[in-house]
């Protein structure tokens, strides 16, 4: 399946006959060769399109984390916060961005 998402506080989108409104996510089955998407009102609408291959698997998703199951996703958050299993250098690891969002510097 496939996301349509729109963003940035503004604007509306219709796909097809369904109005979505900021910061929503739509999914689309399979069938249909082609979806019609248009703006829905006065100001700029811009989305994310995002397509992919279905993975025909179970997908469960908690925070940063995409795994197959609930117990998947517990045992991740336990290996992050014990630094183990890929996680070993997540201790002293920090993002840029992060760093700029602590501090109050990333609106800047």
Do not use: C
């Amino acid at each position: 399946s496939s996301g349509i998402n729109a963003e940035y506080g503004g604007g509306e989108v219709v796909v097809g006959e369904q109005s979505i409104s900021a910061h929503h996510t739509i999914e689309f089955e399979r069938e249909g060769a082609s979806v019609t998407i248009s703006n829905a009102g006065s100001t700029v609408a811009r989305f994310v399109l995002i397509s992919g291959k279905p993975i025909g698997e179970p997908v469960v998703q908690r925070g940063p984390f995409v795994m197959n199951t609930q117990e998947e996703i517990q045992q991740t958050f336990e290996d992050y916060r014990e630094h183990k299993n890929g996680f070993e250098n997540a201790r002293n690891w920090k993002s840029d961005i992060g760093q700029k969002f602590l501090s109050g510097t990333l609106w800047k």
